[in-house]
Every structure is written in structure tokens, then in C-alpha cells.
T-cell receptor, first 114, second 111 residues
Framework: EAGVAQSPRYKIIEKRQSVAFWCNPI?????LYWYQQILGQGPKLLIQ????????DSQLPKDRFSAERLKGVDSTLKIQPAKLEDSAVYLC????????????FGEGSRLTVL | DQQVKQNSPSLSVQEGRISILNCDYT??????FLWYKKYPAEGPTFLIS?????DKNEDGRFTVFLNKSAKHLSLHIVPSQPGDSAVYFC??????????FGTGTSLTVIP
């Protein structure tokens, strides 16, 4: 079974530029998550999708972050314009169902904003 | 609002001894708990989980204990091996299928 795929692995941009991250979850996983992990902290949920609908985006900074999951499969997370504090690893994860479905993570996309 | 807390940022143990990692949570609606292991430059990988209907779950060298009344869980690794050196995250989820993570404990197993 293929894992969660993410790209790019690394991205360096200057502040006020834009960036987009892509994620393809495990086949058959209806729920997809984007997490932000700042160095020294635990993953923080940005947005949760169930199929192509948003379940929770309460912690997504909507003035600069946007995410979509067209057709209920892969997803993109965009930041525009980026700020220095957006430097983090952006993790995509997917799961089958609660309560016995664990979260499967991709390798993450590391963003550095200069 | 940190719903899942890991109060020990780091832990060092000798190879062959027991490693005990602790985690506390505040939300009584959480009913599923997980531990993840993370190596540098990799995504977290699932290690072991426990449902709220149980108080213990074992998988080889790894055992997770859940104390619902204290809202506390712990991960025991016996015996600890150098390859276990990593950051361990505790996570909890509830009916909304949302997963909340602690800040992690960095375990170092000394050969």
C-alpha cells in the first residue's frame, strides 16, 4: 500500500512570496489533514477534510492560507503572502475512520521563509 | 489551548533499561490515544494506540497504559535500544476524528 505522498520536500522563499504544497493521501482514506509543525513543537492542525468537504479549518490563518481538496482525493495547501513565522514543516496525513484508524503521515514539506 | 501535554521535553536512558514517556490530556471526550515516533527529516510514524475502553495495550517492547480518571497515559519501552532514540509524540482523538498532539519528548538511549 503506497503511503501519503507530499511535494515538494523542501522550499525556500522570501517573505511576501507565495508557495503551494501538494498531498496525495493513501487510497481509500476519506479524511485528510494538513498540520503545521514548528521546530520544537507538536503538529498543529490547520485544516481537516472529509472527502472534498471541510470539517475543521478553525486554526487556518485564512487571510494568507488556503487549501482545497478537489474530487476528494489529493489536496493543495497555499500560502500567500508568506511571513517569516510560516517557516515550518507542513505535514499531510490521512486516515480511514474513527476510532480505530490511526493517522498516516507523509514525509512533510519543509518551508523556510527568508 | 493545549489539550494534550507532554511535560518532559527530553529523556535519557541506558540501553536495556526501561523508558517511560508520559502524556496528559484535558478533554474527557477523547476516546482514542496514539503514540508516534519521529526521526529527523521524516514524518511521524505510528507506534501504538489504545482505545478508552482499555487500560493497557502491548505490542512487543512497547506498552501503552491509560488512566482515564487521571487523564494520563504513558508509553513504556522495554528494553530500550539505541534505535529507539527519536522524538515521541502523544496524540488523542475524539468523535470528530480530529487528532491533537503533544509537544513531544526527545528520547535518547545511551549504548
Amino acid at each position: 500500500e503506497a503511503g501519503v505522498a507530499q511535494s515538494p520536500r523542501y522550499k525556500i522563499i522570501e517573505k511576501r512570496q507565495s508557495v503551494a504544497f501538494w498531498c496525495n493521501p493513501i487510497s481509500g482514506h476519506a479524511t485528510l489533514y494538513w498540520y503545521q509543525q514548528i521546530l520544537g513543537q507538536g503538529p498543529k492542525l490547520l485544516i481537516q477534510f472529509q472527502n472534498n468537504g471541510v470539517v475543521d479549518d478553525s486554526q487556518l490563518p485564512k487571510d494568507r492560507f488556503s487549501a482545497e481538496r478537489l474530487k476528494g482525493v489529493d489536496s493543495t495547501l497555499k500560502i500567500q503572502p508568506a511571513k517569516l513565522e510560516d517557516s515550518a514543516v507542513y505535514l499531510c496525513a490521512s486516515t480511514r475512520e474513527h476510532p480505530t484508524g490511526e493517522l498516516f503521515f507523509g514525509e512533510g514539506s519543509r518551508l523556510t521563509v527568508l | 489551548d493545549q489539550q494534550v501535554k507532554q511535560n518532559s521535553p527530553s529523556l535519557s536512558v541506558q540501553e536495556g533499561r526501561i523508558s517511560i514517556l508520559n502524556c496528559d490530556y484535558t478533554n474527557s471526550m477523547f476516546d482514542y490515544f496514539l503514540w508516534y515516533k519521529k526521526y529527523p527529516a521524516e514524518g511521524p510514524t505510528f507506534l501504538i494506540s489504545i482505545s478508552s475502553i482499555k487500560d493497557k495495550n502491548e505490542d512487543g517492547r512497547f506498552t501503552v497504559f491509560l488512566n482515564k480518571s487521571a487523564k494520563h497515559l504513558s508509553l513504556h519501552i522495554v528494553p530500550s535500544q539505541p534505535g529507539d532514540s527519536a522524538v515521541y509524540f502523544c496524540a488523542a482523538s475524539g468523535p470528530g476524528n480530529q487528532f491533537y498532539f503533544g509537544t513531544g519528548t526527545s528520547l535518547t538511549v545511551i549504548p
